[in-house]
Protein backbone atom coordinates (compact mmCIF):
# COMPACT_ATOMS: atom_id res chain seq x y z
CA UNK A 1 0.00 0.00 0.00
CA UNK A 2 1.33 3.20 -1.03
CA UNK A 3 1.71 6.36 1.33
CA UNK A 4 -1.42 8.30 -0.37
CA UNK A 5 -3.57 4.87 -0.35
CA UNK A 6 -2.44 4.68 3.55
CA UNK A 7 -3.59 8.26 4.00
CA UNK A 8 -6.85 7.42 2.30
CA UNK A 9 -7.61 4.18 4.11
CA UNK A 10 -6.75 6.01 7.40
CA UNK A 11 -9.32 8.58 6.35
CA UNK A 12 -11.95 5.79 5.86
CA UNK A 13 -11.19 4.84 9.17
CA UNK A 14 -11.23 6.97 10.75
CA UNK A 15 -8.22 8.18 12.08
CA UNK A 16 -7.59 11.12 9.95
CA UNK A 17 -10.35 13.31 9.01
CA UNK A 18 -11.51 14.92 5.30
CA UNK A 19 -9.34 17.79 6.05
CA UNK A 20 -6.30 15.97 7.37
CA UNK A 21 -5.83 14.67 3.61
CA UNK A 22 -6.47 17.52 1.76
CA UNK A 23 -3.78 19.13 3.35
CA UNK A 24 -1.68 16.16 2.46
CA UNK A 25 -2.90 16.23 -1.35
CA UNK A 26 -1.80 19.65 -1.00
CA UNK A 27 1.29 19.29 0.19
CA UNK A 28 1.93 16.91 -2.82
CA UNK A 29 1.02 19.18 -5.27
CA UNK A 30 3.61 21.54 -3.63
CA UNK A 31 6.29 19.20 -4.32
CA UNK A 32 6.14 17.11 -1.21
CA UNK A 33 6.97 13.87 -1.23
CA UNK A 34 4.67 11.09 -0.24
CA UNK A 35 6.36 10.68 3.57
CA UNK A 36 6.15 14.65 4.17
CA UNK A 37 2.04 14.33 2.93
CA UNK A 38 1.49 11.71 5.69
CA UNK A 39 3.76 13.96 8.01
CA UNK A 40 1.17 16.94 6.75
CA UNK A 41 -1.61 14.62 7.56
CA UNK A 42 -0.46 13.90 11.14
CA UNK A 43 -0.06 16.77 12.06
CA UNK A 44 -3.18 18.03 11.35
CA UNK A 45 -4.64 15.53 12.82
CA UNK A 46 -2.61 15.83 15.94
CA UNK A 47 -3.50 19.96 16.00
CA UNK A 48 -7.39 18.68 15.75
CA UNK A 49 -6.51 16.70 19.15
CA UNK A 50 -5.47 19.29 20.87
CA UNK A 51 -2.02 19.54 19.84
CA UNK A 52 0.23 22.42 18.10
CA UNK A 53 2.66 20.25 16.98
CA UNK A 54 4.32 16.57 16.29
CA UNK A 55 7.48 15.87 18.09
CA UNK A 56 8.84 13.73 15.95
CA UNK A 57 10.48 11.58 19.04
CA UNK A 58 7.13 9.94 18.30
CA UNK A 59 7.43 9.88 15.15
CA UNK A 60 7.78 5.38 15.14
CA UNK A 61 4.35 5.05 16.61
CA UNK A 62 1.80 3.80 15.05
CA UNK A 63 -0.40 6.92 13.44
CA UNK A 64 -3.80 5.47 14.76
CA UNK A 65 -1.77 5.19 18.45
CA UNK A 66 -0.55 8.99 18.02
CA UNK A 67 -4.04 10.18 17.03
CA UNK A 68 -6.74 10.09 19.44
CA UNK A 69 -10.33 8.95 18.34
CA UNK A 70 -12.22 9.79 21.54
CA UNK A 71 -15.96 10.94 21.20
CA UNK A 72 -15.53 8.84 17.20
CA UNK A 73 -18.33 6.47 18.87
CA UNK A 74 -16.11 3.90 17.00
CA UNK A 75 -14.67 0.93 19.37
CA UNK A 76 -10.96 1.20 19.81
CA UNK A 77 -10.18 -2.20 17.92
CA UNK A 78 -12.51 -1.89 15.05
CA UNK A 79 -9.25 -0.66 12.63
CA UNK A 80 -7.65 -3.05 10.55
CA UNK A 81 -4.38 -4.85 11.35
CA UNK A 82 -2.66 -3.03 8.42
CA UNK A 83 -3.33 0.01 9.33
CA UNK A 84 -3.19 -0.05 13.01
CA UNK A 85 0.97 -0.78 11.71
CA UNK A 86 1.08 2.18 9.53
CA UNK A 87 4.21 4.94 11.33
CA UNK A 88 5.57 7.73 9.54
CA UNK A 89 9.91 6.65 8.83
CA UNK A 90 12.33 7.53 12.21
CA UNK A 91 14.97 9.25 12.79
CA UNK A 92 17.31 10.89 10.70
CA UNK A 93 15.43 9.77 7.38
CA UNK A 94 12.07 11.68 8.42
CA UNK A 95 14.37 14.61 9.26
CA UNK A 96 16.25 14.43 6.08
CA UNK A 97 12.92 14.09 3.98
CA UNK A 98 11.20 17.08 6.23
CA UNK A 99 14.80 19.60 5.64
CA UNK A 100 14.43 18.51 2.19
CA UNK A 101 10.76 19.06 1.11
CA UNK A 102 9.59 22.56 -0.18
CA UNK A 103 6.52 22.75 2.03
CA UNK A 104 8.67 22.76 5.07
CA UNK A 105 10.73 26.00 6.56
CA UNK A 106 13.27 25.60 8.95
CA UNK A 107 12.69 27.13 12.31
CA UNK A 108 15.63 30.05 11.45
CA UNK A 109 13.75 30.69 8.40
CA UNK A 110 10.19 30.24 9.97
CA UNK A 111 9.07 33.65 9.31
CA UNK A 112 8.63 32.86 5.66
CA UNK A 113 4.58 32.62 4.72
CA UNK A 114 4.99 30.49 1.50
CA UNK A 115 5.45 27.07 3.43
CA UNK A 116 2.67 25.33 5.20
CA UNK A 117 4.96 23.36 7.68
CA UNK A 118 7.60 24.31 10.09
CA UNK A 119 10.43 22.31 11.65
CA UNK A 120 11.64 23.90 14.53
CA UNK A 121 13.88 21.17 16.13
CA UNK A 122 12.55 17.93 17.15
CA UNK A 123 8.99 19.50 16.41
CA UNK A 124 6.73 19.38 12.97
CA UNK A 125 4.04 22.47 13.44
CA UNK A 126 1.55 24.14 11.37
CA UNK A 127 2.94 27.05 9.98
CA UNK A 128 0.08 29.27 11.70
CA UNK A 129 0.46 27.24 15.50
CA UNK A 130 4.38 27.36 15.29
CA UNK A 131 3.94 31.31 14.76
CA UNK A 132 1.05 31.73 17.69
CA UNK A 133 3.17 29.70 19.85
CA UNK A 134 6.17 32.19 19.68
CA UNK A 135 4.39 35.16 19.47
CA UNK A 136 2.79 34.54 22.57
CA UNK A 137 6.03 33.07 24.72
CA UNK A 138 7.68 36.45 23.08
CA UNK A 139 4.92 38.74 24.56
CA UNK A 140 4.47 36.97 28.13
CA UNK A 141 8.48 37.10 28.40
CA UNK A 142 8.22 40.97 27.72
CA UNK A 143 5.55 41.24 30.41
CA UNK A 144 6.97 39.19 32.98
CA UNK A 145 10.28 41.19 32.67
CA UNK A 146 8.87 44.76 32.98
CA UNK A 147 8.94 45.89 36.51
CA UNK A 148 6.37 48.94 37.50
CA UNK A 149 5.98 49.26 41.29
CA UNK A 150 4.26 50.87 43.47
CA UNK A 151 5.32 53.09 45.71
CA UNK A 152 3.91 51.80 48.85
CA UNK A 153 2.55 47.93 48.34
CA UNK A 154 2.57 47.39 51.71
CA UNK A 155 -0.33 50.35 52.70
CA UNK A 156 -2.55 49.51 49.60
CA UNK A 157 -2.65 45.53 50.37
CA UNK A 158 -3.79 46.22 54.01
CA UNK A 159 -6.52 48.03 52.44
CA UNK A 160 -8.31 45.54 50.59
CA UNK A 161 -8.67 42.71 53.45
CA UNK A 162 -10.59 43.85 56.28
CA UNK A 163 -10.18 43.57 60.18
CA UNK A 164 -9.43 40.03 61.20
CA UNK A 165 -9.92 38.81 57.47
CA UNK A 166 -7.65 35.80 56.54
CA UNK A 167 -4.53 36.82 54.50
CA UNK A 168 -2.64 33.93 53.12
CA UNK A 169 0.88 34.16 52.31
CA UNK A 170 -0.10 33.20 48.27
CA UNK A 171 -2.91 35.76 48.30
CA UNK A 172 -0.50 38.71 49.61
CA UNK A 173 2.47 37.34 47.37
CA UNK A 174 -0.47 37.71 44.47
CA UNK A 175 -1.24 41.55 45.33
CA UNK A 176 2.52 42.06 45.24
CA UNK A 177 2.82 40.26 41.99
CA UNK A 178 0.32 42.43 39.98
CA UNK A 179 1.18 45.54 41.88
CA UNK A 180 5.27 45.12 40.91
CA UNK A 181 5.29 43.37 37.40
CA UNK A 182 2.69 43.48 34.36
CA UNK A 183 2.14 39.76 34.55
CA UNK A 184 0.32 37.97 37.41
CA UNK A 185 -0.62 34.16 37.07
CA UNK A 186 -3.13 32.71 39.99
CA UNK A 187 -3.73 29.04 40.01
CA UNK A 188 -6.03 27.12 42.62
CA UNK A 189 -8.71 24.73 42.77
CA UNK A 190 -12.48 25.57 43.30
CA UNK A 191 -13.20 27.09 46.29
CA UNK A 192 -9.29 28.31 46.88
CA UNK A 193 -10.98 31.64 46.53
CA UNK A 194 -9.90 33.13 43.46
CA UNK A 195 -12.30 35.65 42.56
CA UNK A 196 -12.02 37.19 46.18
CA UNK A 197 -8.82 37.88 45.13
CA UNK A 198 -9.67 39.22 41.74
CA UNK A 199 -11.56 41.78 43.87
CA UNK A 200 -8.68 42.51 45.63
CA UNK A 201 -6.02 42.90 42.94
CA UNK A 202 -7.87 45.44 41.53
CA UNK A 203 -8.79 47.38 44.60
CA UNK A 204 -5.21 47.11 45.15
CA UNK A 205 -4.06 48.33 41.76
CA UNK A 206 -6.41 51.47 42.00
CA UNK A 207 -5.86 52.33 45.75
CA UNK A 208 -2.12 52.27 44.39
CA UNK A 209 -3.18 54.63 41.08
CA UNK A 210 -1.34 52.02 39.09
CA UNK A 211 -4.65 51.67 37.15
CA UNK A 212 -7.66 53.80 36.48
CA UNK A 213 -10.68 52.14 37.21
CA UNK A 214 -12.47 52.79 34.43
CA UNK A 215 -9.73 51.23 32.62
CA UNK A 216 -9.31 47.80 33.96
CA UNK A 217 -10.87 44.95 32.17
CA UNK A 218 -12.85 41.94 33.52
CA UNK A 219 -13.21 38.87 31.34
CA UNK A 220 -13.01 35.55 30.68
CA UNK A 221 -13.28 32.78 27.55
CA UNK A 222 -17.11 31.80 27.92
CA UNK A 223 -20.27 34.13 28.72
CA UNK A 224 -21.30 32.02 31.47
CA UNK A 225 -18.08 32.12 33.32
CA UNK A 226 -18.26 36.10 32.36
CA UNK A 227 -21.56 36.36 34.17
CA UNK A 228 -20.08 34.30 37.25
CA UNK A 229 -16.95 36.67 37.38
CA UNK A 230 -18.85 39.79 37.62
CA UNK A 231 -21.76 38.36 39.39
CA UNK A 232 -18.55 37.19 42.43
CA UNK A 233 -16.43 40.73 41.85
CA UNK A 234 -19.38 42.78 42.19
CA UNK A 235 -20.42 41.15 45.27
CA UNK A 236 -16.91 41.39 46.73
CA UNK A 237 -16.77 45.09 46.14
CA UNK A 238 -19.97 45.46 48.37
CA UNK A 239 -18.47 44.02 51.33
CA UNK A 240 -16.20 46.61 52.26
CA UNK A 241 -13.81 47.10 49.93
CA UNK A 242 -15.42 50.37 48.06
CA UNK A 243 -15.39 52.18 51.65
CA UNK A 244 -11.85 51.28 52.04
CA UNK A 245 -10.74 52.14 48.34
CA UNK A 246 -13.30 54.90 47.29
CA UNK A 247 -12.03 54.80 43.76
CA UNK A 248 -13.79 51.82 42.82
CA UNK A 249 -16.88 53.53 42.61
CA UNK A 250 -15.76 54.12 39.49
CA UNK A 251 -15.30 50.92 38.41
CA UNK A 252 -18.21 49.61 36.22
CA UNK A 253 -17.14 45.62 37.31
CA UNK A 254 -18.63 44.73 34.01
CA UNK A 255 -17.53 41.20 32.40
CA UNK A 256 -16.94 40.85 28.79
CA UNK A 257 -16.41 37.79 26.75
CA UNK A 258 -12.62 37.48 25.28
CA UNK A 259 -13.71 37.56 22.02
CA UNK A 260 -16.40 40.56 22.72
CA UNK A 261 -13.46 42.50 24.30
CA UNK A 262 -11.31 41.81 20.97
CA UNK A 263 -14.05 43.04 18.98
CA UNK A 264 -14.60 46.29 20.75
CA UNK A 265 -10.41 46.64 20.53
CA UNK A 266 -10.57 50.21 19.20
CA UNK A 267 -13.07 50.99 21.75
CA UNK A 268 -12.43 49.84 24.94
CA UNK A 269 -9.12 48.03 24.92
CA UNK A 270 -7.07 50.27 23.69
CA UNK A 271 -7.34 52.16 27.31
CA UNK A 272 -7.33 49.31 29.50
CA UNK A 273 -4.36 49.66 31.66
CA UNK A 274 -5.24 46.35 33.32
CA UNK A 275 -6.72 43.35 32.43
CA UNK A 276 -7.77 40.52 34.65
CA UNK A 277 -9.14 37.39 33.03
CA UNK A 278 -10.92 34.76 34.89
CA UNK A 279 -11.07 30.78 33.96
CA UNK A 280 -7.68 30.43 31.59
CA UNK A 281 -7.58 26.83 31.40
CA UNK A 282 -10.76 27.34 29.06
CA UNK A 283 -8.18 29.53 26.42
CA UNK A 284 -6.62 27.88 23.90
CA UNK A 285 -3.54 29.10 22.11
CA UNK A 286 -5.19 31.05 19.09
CA UNK A 287 -7.10 32.74 21.77
CA UNK A 288 -4.51 34.03 24.04
CA UNK A 289 -1.80 35.26 21.54
CA UNK A 290 -4.76 37.13 20.09
CA UNK A 291 -5.33 38.88 23.40
CA UNK A 292 -1.54 39.34 24.57
CA UNK A 293 -0.56 40.62 21.33
CA UNK A 294 -3.77 43.22 21.42
CA UNK A 295 -3.17 44.37 24.60
CA UNK A 296 -1.64 47.95 25.05
CA UNK A 297 2.32 47.92 25.49
CA UNK A 298 2.03 49.05 29.48
CA UNK A 299 -1.23 46.85 30.38
CA UNK A 300 -1.28 44.66 33.24
CA UNK A 301 -2.12 41.07 32.33
CA UNK A 302 -3.36 39.07 35.23
CA UNK A 303 -4.64 35.67 34.69
CA UNK A 304 -6.94 33.16 36.70
CA UNK A 305 -7.64 29.37 36.20
CA UNK A 306 -7.35 26.03 37.91
CA UNK A 307 -4.37 24.29 36.03
CA UNK A 308 -5.34 20.81 37.43
CA UNK A 309 -8.46 21.30 34.99
CA UNK A 310 -9.60 20.08 31.13
CA UNK A 311 -6.98 22.06 28.74
CA UNK A 312 -8.99 24.15 25.94
CA UNK A 313 -11.08 22.07 23.28
CA UNK A 314 -8.72 23.96 20.63
CA UNK A 315 -4.92 23.23 20.36
CA UNK A 316 -2.73 24.16 23.54
CA UNK A 317 -2.50 23.75 27.25
CA UNK A 318 -1.41 27.41 28.03
CA UNK A 319 -2.74 28.18 31.42
CA UNK A 320 -1.28 24.58 32.56
CA UNK A 321 2.15 25.65 30.67
CA UNK A 322 2.21 28.76 32.14
CA UNK A 323 1.76 27.89 35.67
CA UNK A 324 4.20 24.74 35.10
CA UNK A 325 6.70 27.86 33.96
CA UNK A 326 6.57 29.18 36.91
CA UNK A 327 7.67 26.35 38.69
CA UNK A 328 11.25 27.69 37.63
CA UNK A 329 12.63 30.01 34.83
CA UNK A 330 11.75 33.25 33.94
CA UNK A 331 8.32 33.19 34.66
CA UNK A 332 8.87 31.85 38.55
CA UNK A 333 8.65 35.47 40.24
CA UNK A 334 4.95 35.30 38.44
CA UNK A 335 3.12 32.79 39.30
CA UNK A 336 0.97 32.28 42.94
CA UNK A 337 -0.40 28.70 43.69
CA UNK A 338 -3.51 29.03 46.31
CA UNK A 339 -4.01 26.07 48.41
CA UNK A 340 -6.06 27.31 51.49
CA UNK A 341 -9.75 25.78 50.07
CA UNK A 342 -12.97 27.78 51.91
CA UNK A 343 -15.52 25.48 50.12
CA UNK A 344 -14.73 21.80 50.73
CA UNK A 345 -13.84 21.23 54.14
CA UNK A 346 -10.58 19.26 54.56
CA UNK A 347 -11.74 15.93 55.21
CA UNK A 348 -15.52 16.61 53.30
CA UNK A 349 -16.18 13.65 50.32
CA UNK A 350 -15.27 16.40 47.29
CA UNK A 351 -12.28 17.71 48.69
CA UNK A 352 -10.71 14.35 49.16
CA UNK A 353 -11.67 12.90 45.56
CA UNK A 354 -10.39 15.89 44.29
CA UNK A 355 -7.17 15.83 45.72
CA UNK A 356 -7.11 12.09 45.13
CA UNK A 357 -7.85 12.37 41.41
CA UNK A 358 -4.87 15.44 41.65
CA UNK A 359 -2.62 13.14 43.18
CA UNK A 360 -3.26 10.51 40.83
CA UNK A 361 -3.65 7.96 43.53
CA UNK A 362 -6.31 5.67 41.94
CA UNK A 363 -6.89 3.09 44.99
CA UNK A 364 -7.72 6.64 47.74
CA UNK A 365 -10.48 7.99 44.58
CA UNK A 366 -12.38 4.67 44.59
CA UNK A 367 -12.62 4.80 48.44
CA UNK A 368 -13.64 7.85 49.01
CA UNK A 369 -16.49 7.21 46.59
CA UNK A 370 -17.23 4.03 48.63
CA UNK A 371 -17.29 5.18 51.23
CA UNK A 372 -20.65 5.18 52.98
CA UNK A 373 -19.90 7.58 55.70
CA UNK A 374 -19.62 10.36 53.67
CA UNK A 375 -23.64 11.00 51.33
CA UNK A 376 -21.46 14.20 49.42
CA UNK A 377 -19.87 11.04 47.09
CA UNK A 378 -20.81 8.22 45.64
CA UNK A 379 -20.45 5.28 43.27
CA UNK A 380 -22.89 3.82 41.27
CA UNK A 381 -22.04 0.75 39.05
CA UNK A 382 -23.53 1.43 35.61
CA UNK A 383 -21.48 -0.90 32.51
CA UNK A 384 -23.75 -1.23 29.93
CA UNK A 385 -26.43 0.93 27.91
CA UNK A 386 -29.58 -0.83 29.02
CA UNK A 387 -28.61 0.76 32.65
CA UNK A 388 -27.92 3.88 30.57
CA UNK A 389 -30.95 4.06 29.53
CA UNK A 390 -32.75 3.19 32.41
CA UNK A 391 -30.99 6.36 34.02
CA UNK A 392 -31.80 8.55 31.28
CA UNK A 393 -35.67 7.38 31.57
CA UNK A 394 -35.37 8.22 35.58
CA UNK A 395 -34.24 11.79 34.66
CA UNK A 396 -36.89 12.51 32.37
CA UNK A 397 -39.49 11.80 35.31
CA UNK A 398 -37.43 14.19 36.92
CA UNK A 399 -37.46 16.91 34.14
CA UNK A 400 -41.21 16.01 34.34
CA UNK A 401 -41.81 17.24 37.41
CA UNK A 402 -39.88 20.32 36.96
CA UNK A 403 -41.63 21.46 34.00
CA UNK A 404 -44.64 20.91 35.89
CA UNK A 405 -43.41 23.26 38.23
CA UNK A 406 -42.56 25.86 35.54
CA UNK A 407 -45.37 25.72 33.74
CA UNK A 408 -47.58 26.61 37.28
CA UNK A 409 -45.12 28.99 38.81
CA UNK A 410 -42.73 30.22 36.14
CA UNK A 411 -41.96 33.64 38.41
CA UNK A 412 -40.82 30.95 40.90
CA UNK A 413 -39.63 27.68 40.18
CA UNK A 414 -35.88 27.56 39.67
CA UNK A 415 -34.96 27.39 35.73
CA UNK A 416 -33.39 23.39 36.26
CA UNK A 417 -33.42 20.58 38.34
CA UNK A 418 -30.40 20.65 41.16
CA UNK A 419 -29.09 17.47 39.91
CA UNK A 420 -27.22 18.28 36.43
CA UNK A 421 -25.56 15.22 34.49
CA UNK A 422 -22.35 15.61 32.85
CA UNK A 423 -20.73 13.07 30.51
CA UNK A 424 -17.38 12.20 29.19
CA UNK A 425 -18.26 11.66 25.67
CA UNK A 426 -20.72 14.10 23.10
CA UNK A 427 -20.98 10.68 20.76
CA UNK A 428 -21.21 6.92 21.40
CA UNK A 429 -23.32 4.66 23.49
CA UNK A 430 -22.87 6.66 27.35
CA UNK A 431 -22.83 10.44 25.15
CA UNK A 432 -24.94 13.31 25.14
CA UNK A 433 -26.29 13.15 21.91
CA UNK A 434 -27.90 10.28 22.78
CA UNK A 435 -29.08 11.03 26.17
CA UNK A 436 -30.74 13.94 24.99
CA UNK A 437 -32.49 12.15 22.82
CA UNK A 438 -33.75 9.40 24.98
CA UNK A 439 -34.94 11.98 27.70
CA UNK A 440 -36.80 13.65 25.12
CA UNK A 441 -38.23 10.61 23.27
CA UNK A 442 -39.51 9.95 27.07
CA UNK A 443 -40.90 13.42 27.74
CA UNK A 444 -42.84 13.07 24.57
CA UNK A 445 -44.20 9.53 26.15
CA UNK A 446 -45.02 11.30 29.37
CA UNK A 447 -47.03 14.01 27.45
CA UNK A 448 -44.51 17.23 28.28
CA UNK A 449 -43.55 17.61 24.20
CA UNK A 450 -45.14 16.82 20.82
CA UNK A 451 -42.85 16.45 17.81
CA UNK A 452 -44.43 19.65 16.36
CA UNK A 453 -43.66 22.11 19.74
CA UNK A 454 -40.01 23.01 19.68
CA UNK A 455 -39.79 25.53 22.03
CA UNK A 456 -41.87 23.47 25.51
CA UNK A 457 -42.18 24.68 28.67
CA UNK A 458 -39.08 23.39 30.11
CA UNK A 459 -37.07 22.46 27.57
CA UNK A 460 -33.30 23.50 28.48
CA UNK A 461 -31.17 25.36 25.98
CA UNK A 462 -27.37 25.50 25.09
CA UNK A 463 -26.40 28.20 22.32
CA UNK A 464 -23.39 27.21 20.06
CA UNK A 465 -22.58 30.12 18.51
CA UNK A 466 -21.52 33.74 19.84
CA UNK A 467 -24.12 36.19 18.36
CA UNK A 468 -23.76 40.11 19.01
CA UNK A 469 -27.74 41.25 18.04
CA UNK A 470 -28.88 39.30 21.44
CA UNK A 471 -25.62 39.60 23.03
CA UNK A 472 -25.51 35.92 23.35
CA UNK A 473 -22.37 34.13 23.77
CA UNK A 474 -21.45 30.23 22.91
CA UNK A 475 -22.03 27.92 25.93
CA UNK A 476 -24.90 30.25 27.48
CA UNK A 477 -27.95 28.44 29.17
CA UNK A 478 -31.09 29.25 29.02
CA UNK A 479 -34.99 27.53 29.87
CA UNK A 480 -37.78 27.74 28.18
CA UNK A 481 -40.29 29.60 29.88
CA UNK A 482 -43.82 30.56 28.77
CA UNK A 483 -45.47 33.76 27.66
CA UNK A 484 -47.32 36.35 29.50
CA UNK A 485 -45.14 36.75 32.93
CA UNK A 486 -43.45 39.86 31.72
CA UNK A 487 -45.41 43.00 30.55
CA UNK A 488 -44.84 43.17 26.62
CA UNK A 489 -44.49 39.39 25.53
CA UNK A 490 -48.19 38.99 24.36
CA UNK A 491 -48.30 35.40 25.42
CA UNK A 492 -45.65 33.58 23.49
CA UNK A 493 -42.99 31.20 24.75
CA UNK A 494 -39.84 33.02 25.68
CA UNK A 495 -36.27 31.91 26.43
CA UNK A 496 -35.10 32.61 30.02
CA UNK A 497 -31.12 32.98 30.38
CA UNK A 498 -30.77 33.23 34.23
CA UNK A 499 -26.91 33.66 34.33
CA UNK A 500 -27.63 36.68 32.91
CA UNK A 501 -29.92 38.47 34.42
CA UNK A 502 -29.01 42.03 35.73
CA UNK A 503 -30.52 43.87 38.85
CA UNK A 504 -33.34 41.22 39.45
CA UNK A 505 -34.69 42.10 35.47
CA UNK A 506 -34.78 38.99 33.98
CA UNK A 507 -32.45 38.46 30.34
CA UNK A 508 -35.51 36.73 28.21
CA UNK A 509 -35.13 35.97 24.20
CA UNK A 510 -37.61 35.08 21.75
CA UNK A 511 -36.99 31.84 20.22
CA UNK A 512 -36.82 33.38 16.82
CA UNK A 513 -33.86 35.20 17.60
CA UNK A 514 -32.24 32.34 19.19
CA UNK A 515 -28.30 31.45 17.38
CA UNK A 516 -27.72 27.98 16.71
CA UNK A 517 -28.36 26.07 20.10
CA UNK A 518 -29.29 22.60 20.81
CA UNK A 519 -31.55 21.17 23.87
CA UNK A 520 -29.08 19.73 27.06
CA UNK A 521 -30.17 17.55 29.58
CA UNK A 522 -26.56 16.50 29.97
CA UNK A 523 -23.58 18.27 29.07
CA UNK A 524 -20.59 17.20 28.15
CA UNK A 525 -17.26 18.34 30.70
CA UNK A 526 -15.93 20.36 28.45
CA UNK A 527 -19.40 21.82 28.39
CA UNK A 528 -19.89 22.60 31.80
CA UNK A 529 -16.31 23.95 32.71
CA UNK A 530 -16.92 27.05 34.12
CA UNK A 531 -20.18 26.36 35.85
CA UNK A 532 -21.20 25.00 39.15
CA UNK A 533 -24.31 22.55 40.00
CA UNK A 534 -25.55 21.49 43.35
CA UNK A 535 -25.31 18.28 42.39
CA UNK A 536 -23.09 16.24 39.82
CA UNK A 537 -23.57 12.86 38.46
CA UNK A 538 -20.91 12.17 36.02
CA UNK A 539 -20.89 9.21 33.66
CA UNK A 540 -17.31 8.49 32.31
CA UNK A 541 -18.00 5.85 30.09
CA UNK A 542 -16.00 2.84 29.78
CA UNK A 543 -12.59 1.80 30.99
CA UNK A 544 -10.55 1.49 28.01
CA UNK A 545 -11.74 5.44 26.49
CA UNK A 546 -8.91 7.44 26.00
CA UNK A 547 -11.08 10.89 26.82
CA UNK A 548 -11.41 9.62 30.50
CA UNK A 549 -8.28 11.08 32.30
CA UNK A 550 -7.77 12.42 35.35
CA UNK A 551 -8.37 16.45 33.98
CA UNK A 552 -11.63 15.41 32.90
CA UNK A 553 -12.74 13.97 36.28
CA UNK A 554 -11.43 16.42 38.28
CA UNK A 555 -13.25 18.92 36.54
CA UNK A 556 -16.50 17.20 36.31
CA UNK A 557 -15.97 16.29 40.36
CA UNK A 558 -15.35 20.32 41.69
CA UNK A 559 -18.48 21.41 38.99
CA UNK A 560 -20.43 20.25 42.52
CA UNK A 561 -21.11 22.13 45.21
CA UNK A 562 -22.68 19.94 47.68
CA UNK A 563 -22.80 16.33 46.17
CA UNK A 564 -20.85 13.92 43.24
CA UNK A 565 -22.66 10.61 42.17
CA UNK A 566 -20.15 8.85 39.49
CA UNK A 567 -22.25 5.86 37.37
CA UNK A 568 -19.47 3.86 36.57
CA UNK A 569 -17.35 0.88 37.65
CA UNK A 570 -14.26 0.97 40.11
CA UNK A 571 -12.31 -0.44 37.12
CA UNK A 572 -13.88 3.43 35.03
CA UNK A 573 -12.89 5.56 38.00
CA UNK A 574 -9.45 4.01 38.13
CA UNK A 575 -8.68 3.96 34.62
CA UNK A 576 -9.41 7.81 34.11
CA UNK A 577 -6.85 8.96 37.57
CA UNK A 578 -4.05 6.58 36.02
CA UNK A 579 -4.82 8.20 32.26
CA UNK A 580 -3.29 11.81 32.13
CA UNK A 581 -3.98 14.23 29.15
CA UNK A 582 -0.51 14.39 27.83
CA UNK A 583 -0.42 17.64 24.88
CA UNK A 584 2.24 18.25 22.74
CA UNK A 585 3.30 22.08 22.56
CA UNK A 586 6.87 24.05 22.60
CA UNK A 587 5.25 26.58 24.53
CA UNK A 588 7.10 25.95 28.07
CA UNK A 589 10.53 25.50 26.36
CA UNK A 590 10.06 29.09 24.96
CA UNK A 591 8.75 29.92 28.39
CA UNK A 592 11.95 28.20 30.14
Known amino acids: MTRREQIDALTGAGVLADIDRCFARLTMDLGACEDVALAAATASALHRNGHTCLDLANAGKPIAALVERPDSGRPENSLAAELQAVALPTGAALREALARSPVVAADEEGTANDRPLVLDGDRLYLHRLFHAERRLAARLLALAAAADRAADTGSAIARVFDAGEDRTAEAVAA ?58 VRGKLGEGLLDRVPGLREFPAEAWTVHRLLASRTSRMDRLDALVVDECSMADLALMVRLATALPERCRLILLGDANQLASVEPGSVFSDLCRAGERGSLAHCVTTLTKNYRFRERSGIGRLAAAVVAGSADAAVRVLRDGGDETTRLEPIDDEAAFDAFARECAREWSDHMKDLAADPLGAAPFPKRRVLCSHRRGPFGTDRFNRLVERRLAELGRRTEQDEFYVGRPIIVSRNDRQTNLSNGDTGVVVPGGVTPGDWGNPRVWFPDLDREGERFLVSPSRLPQHESFFALTVHRAQGSEYEHVVFVPGPAESRVNTKELLYTAVTRAQSTVTVLATRQSVRAAVLRTTSRTTGLLDRLR
Open 175 to 232: LRIAMERRLCIVTGGPGTGKTTLAAKLIAALVDAGLAHPRRIGLAAPTGKAASRIQES
